[in-house]
């Protein structure tokens, strides 16, 4: 059984004495090779499987520190403005800890694995008619009027937790990688991986991938109305935008731009080519690596590795993946029949 996070890391977290351990046994989520896509890119390459956290997102690590800190400090309730996977993990670790949770979430723009977890963990789910960039600033608001805990990557918890997921890739590779590859949409989590690598003495080369259609970091400007297939990194005025790019330039890497074709192009393959099915926003990272390679600064050597963070599970989000997916094959009860489906 895995350890739960926080046990396995206290020491190098910034919880206070008495914090309680609000956990699902999140965390030590598998690194698998993947050697189909190592072909493709001529590189060592790697898949976090952050989809197997007890939520199904990366989310679960920052949401065990950050509920954890906020039980301590006598906390009733907890808000997030969320994309869906947020959503999820709060609602999932208020109802551990005993505290009351409200999420909003732009109004039919989120999967719907990640609705039902919100609803079933007992949360208030708002469907606001807006995107996340309105749901973010109006709890923010919120936060600082009612006596509620935020628990979005604004929150300090939130990325002292995501930061363990460098700490074990590093673990389980015995050295850093030459390259981390993952989606950006608010920038907390490629934040919160430099910060761990940082910490652990390690210095990959970032490569930071957005949807075309909600590229605020790769434009230099925010967009007011971003869109993507990648419902969960549909978001156009990232809050951690200033520590996303210092990581960028001081790993010596960058952020690019995918299209949704290439995002639902690397999403089919890995699935039906390495057995992963990520959720669409996931799948960034690998479309970005297979679309732009991994350039390095001039005087650099090429990365001999490369990790890509797969931040969560492709079941959230069936009903992308059924409208992208070939039809199933109807069949009479009956041997012949089922022969011919199966054979023909
Ligand atoms: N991948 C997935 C599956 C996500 O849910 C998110 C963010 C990201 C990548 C991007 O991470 O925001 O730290 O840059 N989801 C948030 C949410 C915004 O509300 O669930 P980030």
């Not at 978001?235 to 001081?250: L, Q, S, V, Y």
């Not at 350039?295 to 079941?315: F, I, K, N, Q, W």
Request: net charge negative; charged share 20%; hydrophobic share 45%.
């Amino acid at each position: 059984m895995p350890t739960p996070l926080i046990d396995r890391y206290r020491d190098r977290l910034s919880l206070e004495a008495g914090d309680p351990v609000v956990t699902l046994n999140e965390g030590s989520t598998p690194l698998i090779e993947a050697s189909r896509l190592s072909e493709r890119l001529g590189v060592r390459a790697y898949l976090k499987l952050e989809g197997a956290n007890p939520t199904g997102s990366f989310k679960d690590r920052g949401m065990t520190v950050a509920v954890s800190r906020a039980k301590g400090r006598g906390a009733e309730a907890v808000i997030c403005a969320s994309t869906g996977n947020t959503a999820a993990s709060a609602a999932a670790y208020a109802a551990r800890a005993g505290l009351r949770g409200a999420v909003i979430v732009p109004e039919g723009k989120i999967a719907i694995g990640k609705l039902a977890q919100a609803l079933m963990h007992g949360a208030r789910v708002v469907a606001l008619q807006g995107n996340f960039d309105d749901a973010l600033r109006i709890v923010r608001d919120l936060a600082g009027k009612h006596p509620i805990e935020l628990v979005n990557s604004v929150n300090p918890y939130r990325i002292e937790g995501q930061k363990t997921a460098a700490f074990e890739v590093v673990e389980e590779l015995g050295e850093a990688p030459g390259a981390l590859a993952i989606p950006v949409g608010n920038a907390g989590n490629v934040t919160a991986y430099w910060r761990g690598f940082q910490e652990g003495g390690a210095a990959p080369v970032l490569y930071g991938f957005q949807a075309e259609g909600a590229a605020p970091l790769v434009h230099g400007a925010p967009v007011a109305e971003p869109e993507t297939v990648a419902s969960a990194i549909r978001i156009g005025n990232p809050a951690r935008w200033e520590e996303a790019m210092a990581a960028f330039t001081a790993s010596r890497g960058r952020v690019a731009a995918v299209s949704d074709e290439q995002i639902l192009d690397a999403y089919r393959w890995l699935a039906a080519n390495e057995g992963v099915f990520c959720e669409p926003a996931s799948a960034a990272s690998v479309a970005g690596l297979l679309a732009h390679g991994m350039p390095v600064l001039e005087d650099a050597a090429p990365p001999e590795s490369v990790v890509c963070v797969l931040t969560g599970h492709g079941l959230k989000d069936p009903d992308t993946a059924l409208s992208k997916a070939p039809a199933v094959v109807n069949c009479e009860n009956d041997l012949s029949a089922v022969e011919r489906a199966v054979f023909e």
